[in-house]
Nanobody, 124 residues
Framework: EVQLQASGGGLVQAGGSLRLSCAAS????????IAWFRQAPGKEREKVSC??????????SYADSVKGRFTISRDNAKNTVYLQMNSLKPEDTAVYYC???????????????WGQGTLVTVSS
């Protein structure tokens, strides 16, 4: 059974850092693209970052709003994908979800499996 377990959210002050984890089971993260999405209250879901299949050199991509502040990475030994978030801003406050697909599609509907979400709150 494919499962994704997101964790690492919490309350942090603006300018602080958090590292989110997405632990996978039932498949190997090295063989699939993994993305992080977020959704703030009253806003549409936004794709934050994605890391492609290792065979494609594990290319990473970021939303303009987080570029230079967030870093996505993959630990194959732990079958886990991380999202390191630095220089956090109040506008980063949202529930963050990890999801998997065959590629880093822009359409979130093409991501078949989703984790349960972890809340990140950035205070000003």
């Amino acid at each position: 059974e494919v499962q994704l377990q997101a964790s690492g959210g919490g309350l942090v002050q603006a300018g602080g850092s958090l590292r989110l984890s997405c632990a996978a089971s039932g498949f190997t993260v090295d063989d699939y693209a993994i993305a992080w999405f977020r959704q703030a209250p009253g806003k549409e879901r936004e794709k934050v970052s994605c890391i492609s299949i290792s065979g494609s050199d594990g290319t990473t991509s970021y939303a303009d709003s987080v570029k230079g502040r967030f870093t996505i990475s993959r630990d194959n030994a732990k079958n886990t994908v991380y999202l390191q978030m630095n220089s956090l801003k109040p506008e980063d406050t949202a529930v963050y979800y990890c999801a998997t697909s065959n590629a880093c599609y822009s359409d979130s509907d093409l991501f078949a499996f989703w984790g349960q979400g972890t809340l990140v709150t950035v205070s000003s």
